[in-house]
């Protein structure tokens, strides 16, 4: 049995969610913690999990959603563009490949 397309998506979009809000949990506590670094991160990780959801769900306007919103929002940290900016860019891999590819049964290989 081969993975699909759509599954493959699936499992590295929650993996690399999983790792982001692992990343956020880490840089929330460093030195200089306030509230606004609280509410950014929430929101990031907020967004974050609306489009693991929207990927797993099969919505691939969602999963759109939720990477303009990590673009958005991890534009104003500077530091963590290199654990946003890649999870955001496989939110849209991910909803080109559910919107196109909606198949589930299409392999991944072969």
């Given at each position: ?47 974050a999990v609306a489009g693991a ?39 849209l891999v991910a909803a080109v ?14």
């Open positions: 049995m081969t993975p699909s397309r759509t599954a493959v998506a699936r499992g590295l979009t929650v993996v690399a969610v999983a790792a982001l809000l692992g990343v956020l949990g880490r840089y929330l506590g460093r030195p200089g913690y306030t509230p606004a670094r609280l509410t950014l991160f929430a929101a990031l990780g907020a967004s959801g929207g990927v797993v769900a099969g919505r691939s306007f969602v999963a759109a959603g939720a990477a303009c919103a990590l673009l958005l929002l991890g534009f104003w940290q500077a530091v963590l563009w290199v654990y946003v900016l890649p999870v955001a860019a496989l939110f490949a559910l919107a196109v590819g909606g198949d589930a049964s299409e392999p991944l290989v072969g």
